[in-house]
Nanobody, 122 residues
């Protein structure tokens, strides 16, 4: 079994910063793309940012210039540095990963974290 565990969420005032972490553990041979998603109350889950194993990144327009995604492949950990937070960033943030569990398995599997709540007050 593979698990993703998020941490770092909390309550912050508008303009403040938070850093989310996502640690992968379990039967992992390799991790391909990883991403942060969020779901606000009454809204669909959306991709916030993702990062390939080689470090290529992609961001939703609403967070460009404010959020930075990164990963430490040696630690199987991904981060999301969130600066200049706005009330509209309030959501449950989930991490996601595509991974292979054995060298012989060419098919990528998916796993989600349990989510961490980020609340930005105005």
């Amino acid at each position: 079994q593979v698990q993703l565990v998020e941490s770092g969420g909390g309550l912050v005032q508008a303009g403040g910063s938070l850093r989310l972490s996502c640690a992968a553990s379990g039967s992992i041979f390799s991790i391909n793309a990883m991403g942060w998603y969020r779901q606000a109350p009454g809204k669909q889950r959306e991709l916030v940012a993702d990062i390939t194993s080689g470090g290529n990144t992609n961001y939703v327009d609403s967070v460009k210039g404010r959020f930075t995604i990164s990963r430490d492949n040696a630690k199987n950990t991904m981060y999301l540095q969130m600066n200049s937070l706005k009330p509209e960033d309030t959501a449950v943030y989930y991490c996601h990963a595509y991974y292979r569990n054995t060298p012989g398995n060419v098919r990528y599997l998916e796993v989600w974290g349990q989510g961490t709540l980020v609340t930005v007050s105005s």
